[in-house]
Structures are given as structure tokens and as C-alpha cells.
């Protein structure tokens, strides 16, 4: 029961004769008028209300929302549960184990570190596809995925034990999103409220540690991602600070026309709101034309909230979001629950009802025309119409250097210039392939200078082709965005079904896959009897988990790997993902592209980005006439008919009964015991990390810095993929040497994201991503600097430069453009940044996530002054830098901007006004303690 209730809105639901505690929303006067969205918060503030942190003024403040005014005024938002996966997951739970001794350190009971809101972790991201292409590939990644995660693993069940409210959904279930939507979430939440024992009835709200948390969105549940550390917070009870934000009103008219699909929609309102600009801004979908969305195209929508920079992108409650509940098995008892609350409340959507909101889009969605989107960002939308002529254009900026006519054989390569994806290649009978001696590479132009020059490749097992600038090396069905969605996903199948009866197949250069959401696809591709269709192509299940999308797409044949370095190719991938970054889905892939499921068959068939699907045939069919993609493109139609034939309820409670339990191989992990874990000091998974060492119980003075040097200099939309990579790394790297001199072999390094457990692999993994480019170096890219404690400045790995800073007491910034840390709500990221030395990040503008975890890592973001940069103030980042007015926040205030002083080698100065980024006191008090884990411990403590 809440401390306080200024308001008088506690009151009493009867909802099938069961009696529920609410907060009236309507005991607050202006509540009726405020977006949905806003509503889910003002309840939130309702019921939490205890006249300290969450006072009257909060309550009042939301209700009387002005859609017009900029945001100022803060808040306190108490998520209902924390969602993780594993790759950010595993860090969360490492840190809370810290924290358990930390606080038995401090003379306190280690137990009273424990979530107090329901938190659950899937593990999905540790799944690769070392295996494809065969009927015993799932089977065989898992059995890889086990052997390199063994330790992880252990550790999770573990947590599971010693933390209450805290459960784990062994690997091979799904992704944590799809679990989420058709599984985990609860739409309205229900917990025994504290004091009267009445059962609270409230709006389920989430955060979780994957930026496309917001996929449940979709479902009307209000939820974003967050950083590992803010999420830790959220599970012991910290509330989340955020100022009340802009709601973006986005409505939605028309239908999708036939020859589109539900990922065509999602990447144009990504291309409209990334260009319109929602960042910290709430979106919510409203109008007539919602109702004719279905949810799983909601929960696409919804998913690609972080590509176009929003906190949410919400739709409301209605009839489709109850029908959705009840095809996904929830009993009928809270499906009852669910109507009935929101109605009560406010909540239901009523499109005839107007909503002020602080801004207007509209999409007609019959407007809408088959795309795709790279080669390097989600939001650069590409009409299907106009693919290979914009490929032809973005080639240009990939195509480095021309090379010889003859690339040297397999044999006279060094091992070291294999790609960085050291586990090792397996083929279709699962067995190894190293320095296969049949390869030969021939070129067939060797006058073209390198802009366009075919390769011939001949396999081991006989297959002869040829690789070129553009050549699709992989075509992955994988991730949240669209495995979730039955009609783009059976729209793929009735393609691949129409592309065999016309005797098409997949080009043999192409790496194939699909890594459903759920296991409820593989249910209907069978009942639907497509599933001989997509293996025809060679669309073999690989796993159930976020594969390709997360950069765990496994390394390509080694003869084609080699063919690609050896030449400098250009390759491209094409995913149904959301994520296209470079250096993100395969080291030896340059080009990206985005795709609907059948989009991704398509280009299989293909084989090239280089290819006009109006004009250029995919084939001849038995009769040699030319086979076109409008031939074999599926009737939305028949792609309707199989859903309703094929889905039922029973799919989804029969995959979900047992959803906890894991296989054999999860169950037979021995588990650790005890309240603190006891850490093994030979692990290279996971290792007790540094910071709380030394802490006291009082936090030191904030100091300003003096005598910083620039660690990277870098430009715009640098994201946290590039900050803190989760792919693969070679063995000359810091972290490789890292874990070769503690006995690890390459081929066992597995990814920086399944090592986010040690401290040490991550420190000298962050900013080393292959494609990073440190304006500091000419025409340099991946994880490098200049360490100005050597004479001269020379050229080294940032990590070996950082820690010798370290060692001469030197303080580190970081300068930046625009967007800086957009992507994935990685807490490595900022982590890595603090663990380095680095004091403050001055860029032109920050994304949410990124900015919020570097303070809560107790890193100051710092914005150049409106209009200004590193280049306009002519700064090098050669100089020393000096930051003054820091100490302001030791007396309780949080000052507005701060004088940054740059002196270069010849002693000129030049100095500029930085925009302090701490945005609320919340965030203050974070970076006060030197952090929120810092923070959260000595409240703790008492």
C-alpha cells in the first residue's frame, strides 16, 4: 500500500468475483485529457506516491502536461519488472553479486541486495551459426553454444537460486522479446500490495537491458531499454528518472498493398521519425487506422523504436490486443482483467476521442512500397525499385584499393589473416575444415583496377563460382523484428515454396539461415507443410535466438572468407533484422541491408546486390522461361488463409508450459550454492569486477579535471557497437592476448558479448571495433590511437595507450559528433569508457541510453555549445584539456555548463562553454557517488 495518497484515488475493482486494489486515474483532475502513454506514467505516480521522492507536485505536474512546452519537469517512473537477455543480462547479475559482498564489506547483510520487482532474463544471444545449411544444424550450434558457455551458464543458474523474483529462460526457448510479447508480459500486473494483503491491480511496465525492449510496446505495455546498470537500480527498487517527455501523435490510415509487407511499414516510419526527430520522445499510434493493424505488426513497429531514436513507440488496448492475449494462451481470467482495467481506467483506445500531443505524422499505409535499408544504417531506406542503383552509388565508398590479378593461394596466407571469427568453420556433416588445399582464386579481369572484378572460387566439395564486389555471402531470416510477425515470416515460406515449384535455388556463395522468434514458427511452418521449402533453399533452422542481427552470424566458409580479405571485396549481407551497423554482422562483410523475410529469400535466389528484381529474371523454370520476383511473390491473400489454418493457441501453451525448465543440458549444469558466489579465479567468463574496491561509505568530493588528453577524436552516429563491439576479435588484439596468456585457445574466444561477464575482455575490447575511425590517425580504421606518454605520439592499440595514461596519472575525454552512442542500450559501453579513465565524453549531441549509463558510470557527458564542434573550434585533439565548474555539484546544485579549456603543443588556448548533460537530480546524486551501483550501495547501507 502507498505511503501516501494526497489524492484519494485508491478505490476497488470487481472483476470476475475477484476484488483488485486500483488508482483512479480519474481522481485527478486534466488525467482524461493526457496521451496514453502519459496516463500509464501518471498511474505509476499514483500508486508510488510517498511524499519525498514521489510527491503531489509529480502527480500534478503529469496531469497538467503542456504538449507544447519543452521538458523540464522531472519525474520518478517505477518499472513493474526488469526484462534481460544474456549478453547484457550476465553483467547485471555479475555486478549484483559484487554488490552482495560489497555491502557484507561495508558491514552490512549481503541478502538485502535482491530484486524487489520481478526480474527474468532469456538467453538468446549466445546462440551462433557455426553450423547451416543441414537438418542437424540447431542441434549442433547448440552443443557448440554449450561447450563455449559453460561458465556463463553455470553462473545464470546460480542467480537464479540465490536472488528471489529473479527466473531464467534456459537457451534454445527464443528471443527475449517474442518471449516477452507472447509469454512474459502481463499486459495489467497483479501483486499483493504491502499492509492490507489486497491484490493490487495495475499497467504492466518494463524496462530491460536490449534497447528493443520496445517491442512489447506493441501490446500496449509501456517499457524501453536500458542500460545494465539502470537496470540493476530498477531491480532494487530505484526508480528510474526521466523528464516528462514530448509525445509524438502518430496516425496511421490505409492498408499495406499487396506487393508490401508489415518490415516495409517499420522501415518507413523509421526513415519519417528519424528525419521528423523523436529522440527522448515518447510515440504513440492513435486513430481509426489502428485497428486494422494487427499486434504482431504493432510489435514490429514497436521493436524499431531505437532505430528512429524514440524512448517508446506505444500502441493502446483494444479488442486486437486482447485477441492477441488470448491466441498466446494467457488465461482467461486476465484477459477479463485486462478489459476490464483499462476500460475503468482510461486506457482503452477510443479512436473517436481527441488527444492533444506535441506533435503530428500521418502515414497512409497503402503509400507504403517494398524496401530495404544499408548499407550501414536502419534508417537509410532504399525503394526495392531503386536497390541497384543506389548500390552501385554506395559501392563507391567501400572499394579501397585495386589488387592483383592472382591472390595468393591458402597455403602462402599467414592463419592471422583469417577473419575474426575464430571458432572454426564446420560443414554440412559437422566436420572442420583448416587450410583446405582444393582452393584456388583466379581472377577473370585483371585490368578493371578493382572497381569491378569477379573471382573465381572453386570448394573443396566441388562447387565453382564466382565472388564480387557486392556478392550476398549471407541471407539470415534472424531476429526480434520480423521472426515475431507470422505474416512476414509464412509470406517467406509461400515464397520459397513458389521459388522450388519453379526450380530457382539459392546461389551457392550465400550463407543461408533462419532463427525464428519462437518456437511457435517452427510449429506452423510444419502444420503449414513449408518447411521442405525453405530447407530446399537452404533456410535450415540454426537456433532460436538473436543470431545474425547481434553480429553472431558465425564465420562464412573459409575459402570464401579468404577470397574476400584476399581481394578486399566488398561482400553485403541481408537480414531481417534492425541492425546494420558496420562491423556488426560479419567481419569480412562490408554492406548490410535490411530486408523483409521474403526480401531475404529473394536475394538468396539472387546472389548479388548488384540485381534489378523488375527487370532481371532469378532463373528459368523447367521450360526455360525467365522466372521474375513478381512471379513467385506471395498473394497476401493465401499468406492470410495459412495463418488462420496454421496458428492456435495450443502451439503457444504447449512451447510455453515448460518454458523454465531447459533441456538436459540445462538441467544437468551443476549450480553453485550459497548467498555470495564464489568466484573462480582461473574463469575467463567471469570475473568479480573493480568498482567498488576501496569504497567507503561516504563518497569523495567531485574534483574538475585537469591535464586530460583526447583518447579518440571521433565523428558523427558513433554507436555503442562501435564503442563496445559484441562480435568476434583476433588473437593480436588486447583482448585476444588477454585471453592467450591465460590459456584460452582462438578458436575458444567465442564474442566480446558472451564475455561481458569479464571486466578484463571488456576493458580492452571497448573501441575496438574494426570499422571505429579515430580522427586522431589518417585513414585508420578499428580500435586505435595515439599515446601521447611516448615521445611523438605514436600509434597504439587504445587500451595499451589508456593504461599507460593510467600510469602517469592522466585523465582522459573523448571528443565527438552528433548522435554520439546511438544503438543498442549497451552498459559495456559505458563501462568500458570509465574503466579506461575516461572523465568526460564532449560531443555535438548524445542519445538517451549511452548518455544516461556514462553518468552512471560516473563519466560526465559534456554537449559543445548550440552550433559548435571539435572542427569548428579547430580542435585537433592534440591539446590537454581543462574542465572548470564541476564542483558546483558538490554544494547540491547541478551546474547549467562548464569552461572547457583546450591548449595545444604550442600553448595557445581555446575555450568554450560545454552543456553539462546531467539532466536531472537523480542523475546528479548518480554521478556525485561516482555512479549509480555506487549510489544504490550506501542507500542500501543506510
Not at 47 to 57: F, L, P
Request: proline content about 6%; aromatic content about 8%.
Amino acid at each position: 500500500m502507498t505511503a501516501v495518497d494526497t489524492f484519494h484515488s485508491r478505490s476497488t475493482l470487481e472483476v470476475g468475483g475477484s476484488s483488485f486494489g486500483i488508482f483512479r486515474l480519474d481522481a485527478v483532475e486534466g488525467a482524461d485529457k493526457l496521451p496514453y502513454s502519459l496516463k500509464v506514467l501518471l498511474e505509476n505516480l499514483l500508486r508510488t506516491e510517498d511524499g519525498a521522492n514521489i510527491t503531489a507536485d509529480h502527480v500534478r505536474a503529469l496531469a497538467g502536461w503542456d504538449p507544447d512546452a519543452e521538458p523540464s519537469v522531472e519525474i520518478q517512473f517505477t518499472p513493474a519488472r526488469v526484462i534481460m537477455q544474456d549478453f547484457t543480462g550476465v553483467p547485471c547479475v555479475v555486478d549484483l553479486a559484487t554488490m552482495r559482498e560489497a555491502l557484507s564489506d561495508l558491514g552490512g547483510d549481503p541478502k538485502r541486495v535482491n530484486p524487489l520487482a520481478p526480474a527474468e532474463l532469456v538467453i538468446d544471444h549466445s546462440v551462433q551459426i557455426d553450423v547451416f545449411g543441414n537438418a542437424g544444424a540447431l542441434e549442433r550450434n547448440i552443443e557448440i553454444e554449450y561447450q563455449r558457455n559453460g561458465e556463463r551458464y553455470q553462473f545464470l543458474r546460480w542467480g537464479q537460486t540465490a536472488f528471489d523474483d529473479f527466473k531464467v529462460v534456459p537457451p534454445g526457448m527464443g528471443i527475449v522479446h517474442q518471449v516477452n510479447l507472447e509469454y512474459l508480459a502481463r499486459t495489467v500486473m497483479t501483486r499483493a500490495a504491502d499492509g492490507n494483503g489486497q491484490v493490487l491491480a495495475y499497467p504492466d511496465t518494463c524496462v530491460g537491458t536490449d534497447s528493443h525492449t520496445t517491442m512489447v510496446n506493441g501490446l500496449g505495455v509501456l517499457g524501453w531499454g536500458v542500460g545494465g546498470i539502470e537496470a540493476e537500480a530498477a531491480m532494487l527498487g530505484q526508480p528510474v528518472s526521466m523528464l516528462i517527455p514530448r509525445v509524438v501523435g502518430f496516425k496511421l490510415t490505409g492498408e499495406i498493398p499487396a506487393g508490401a509487407t508489415a518490415t516495409d511499414v517499420v522501415l518507413t516510419i523509421t526513415e519519417m521519425l528519424r528525419e521528423h526527430g523523436v529522440v527522448g520522445k515518447f510515440v504513440e499510434f492513435y486513430g481509426q487506422g489502428v485497428a486494422a493493424v494487427p499486434l504482431a505488426n504493432r510489435a514490429t513497429i514497436g521493436n524499431m523504436s531505437p532505430e528512429f531514436g524514440s524512448t517508446a513507440a506505444i500502441f493502446p488496448i483494444d479488442d486486437v490486443t486482447l485477441e492477441y492475449l488470448r491466441l498466446t494462451g494467457r488465461p482467461e481470467q486476465d484477459v477479463a482483467l485486462v478489459e476490464a482495467y483499462t476500460k475503468e481506467q482510461g486506457l482503452w483506445h477510443d479512436p473517436a476521442k481527441e488527444v492533444k500531443y506535441s506533435e503530428y505524422l500521418e502515414l497512409d499505409l497503402s503509400t507504403v512500397v517494398p524496401s530495404i535499408a544499408g548499407p550501414k544504417r536502419p534508417q537509410d531506406r532504399i525503394e526495392l525499385t531503386d536497390a541497384k542503383a543506389q548500390f552501385h552509388q554506395d559501392l563507391q565508398h567501400y572499394v579501397h584499393k585495386s589488387v592483383e590479378a592472382e591472390g595468393p593461394s591458402v597455403d602462402e596466407a599467414e592463419e592471422e589473416s583469417f577473419p575474426a571469427s575464430d571458432p572454426p568453420t564446420y560443414t554440412d556433416a559437422g566436420s572442420k575444415i583448416k587450410n583446405p588445399p582444393h582452393l584456388t582464386v583466379k581472377r577473370t579481369d585483371p585490368d578493371s583496377g578493382g572497381a569491378h572484378h569477379p573471382v573465381e572460387v572453386t570448394m573443396p566439395d566441388g562447387r565453382n563460382f564466382l565472388l564480387d564486389h557486392g556478392s550476398v555471402s549471407i541471407a539470415s531470416i534472424t531476429s526480434c523484428t520480423n521472426t515475431s510477425n507470422p505474416s512476414v515470416m509464412l509470406a517467406a515460406a509461400v515464397l520459397a515454396r513458389n521459388a522450388v515449384n519453379k526450380g530457382l535455388s539459392s546461389k551457392p556463395w550465400v550463407k543461408t539461415s533462419v532463427a525464428p522468434g519462437s518456437k511457435v514458427v517452427t510449429d506452423y511452418y510444419d502444420k503449414s507443410g513449408l518447411t521442405p521449402y525453405l530447407e530446399k533453399l537452404g533456410f535450415y533452422l540454426v537456433g532460436y535466438g538473436c543470431t545474425t542481427c547481434i553480429g553472431n552470424s558465425g564465420p562464412l566458409e573459409e575459402e570464401i572468407s579468404r577470397t574476400i580479405s584476399d581481394n578486399d571485396l566488398a561482400v553485403s549481407a541481408v537480414l531481417s533484422g534492425n541492425r546494420n551497423f558496420e562491423g556488426r554482422i560479419n567481419p569480412d562483410v562490408k554492406m548490410n541491408y535490411l530486408a523483409s523475410p521474403p526480401l531475404v529469400i529473394a536475394y538468396a535466389l539472387a546472389g548479388t546486390m548488384d540485381f534489378d528484381f523488375e527487370d532481371e529474371p532469378l532463373g528459368q523454370d523447367s521450360e526455360g522461361n525467365d522466372v521474375f520476383l513478381r512471379d513467385i511473390w506471395p498473394d497476401p491473400l493465401e499468406v492470410q488463409r495459412i495463418i488462420d489454418s496454421s496458428i492456435d493457441k495450443d502451439m503457444f501453451t504447449s512451447s510455453y508450459r515448460t518454458i523454465f525448465d531447459g533441456d538436459e543440458r540445462w538441467r544437468s549444469l551443476p549450480t553453485p550454492q550459497g548467498d555470495t558466489f564464489d568466484w573462480d579465479p582461473q574463469s575467463t567468463y567471469v570475473r568479480k569486477p573493480p568498482y567498488f574496491e576501496g569504497m567507503a561509505a561516504q563518497p569523495d568530493p567531485v574534483t574538475d579535471v585537469a591535464g586530460a588528453r583526447v583518447l579518440l577524436k571521433l565523428g558523427d552516429s558513433v554507436t555503442t557497437d562501435h564503442i563496445s563491439p559484441a562480435g568476434s576479435f583476433k588473437s593480436d588484439t588486447p583482448a585476444g592476448r588477454y585471453l592467450l596468456e591465460h590459456g584460452v585457445e582462438r578458436k575458444d574466444f567465442n564474442s566480446y558479448g558472451s564475455r561481458r561477464g569479464n571486466h578484463e575482455v571488456m576493458i580492452r575490447g571497448t573501441f575496438a571495433n574494426i570499422r571505429i575511425k579515430n580522427q586522431l590517425l589518417d585513414g585508420v580504421e578499428g580500435g586505435f590511437t595515439r599515446d601521447f606518454t611516448q615521445t611523438g605520439g605514436p600509434q597504439a592499440y587504445i587500451y595499451d595507450a589508456a593504461m599507460n595514461y593510467q600510469a602517469a596519472g592522466t585523465p582522459l575525454v573523448v571528443l565527438a559528433g552528433k548522435e554520439y552512442g546511438s544503438g543498442s542500450s549497451r552498459d559495456w559501453a559505458a563501462k568500458g569508457t570509465a574503466l579506461l579513465g575516461v572523465k568526460a565524453v564532449i560531443a555535438e549531441s548524445f542519445e538517451r541510453i549511452h548518455r544516461s549509463n556514462l553518468i552512471g558510470m560516473g563519466v560526465l557527458p559534456l554537449q559543445f555549445p548550440p552550433g559548435q564542434s571539435a572542427s569548428s573550434l579547430g580542435l585537433t585533439g592534440t591539446e590537454t584539456f581543462a574542465i572548470e565548474g564541476i564542483t558546483e555539484l558538490n554544494s547540491g546544485g547541478t551546474p547549467q555548463t562548464v569552461r572547457v579549456t583546450a591548449t595545444a603543443e604550442d600553448g595557445s588556448t581555446t575555450s568554450f562553454d560545454a552543456v553539462v548533460r546531467i539532466d536531472t537530480p537523480g542523475e546528479a546524486d548518480y554521478y556525485r557517488h561516482g555512479g549509480i551501483l555506487q549510489y544504490v550501495l550506501r542507500q542500501l547501507h543506510g
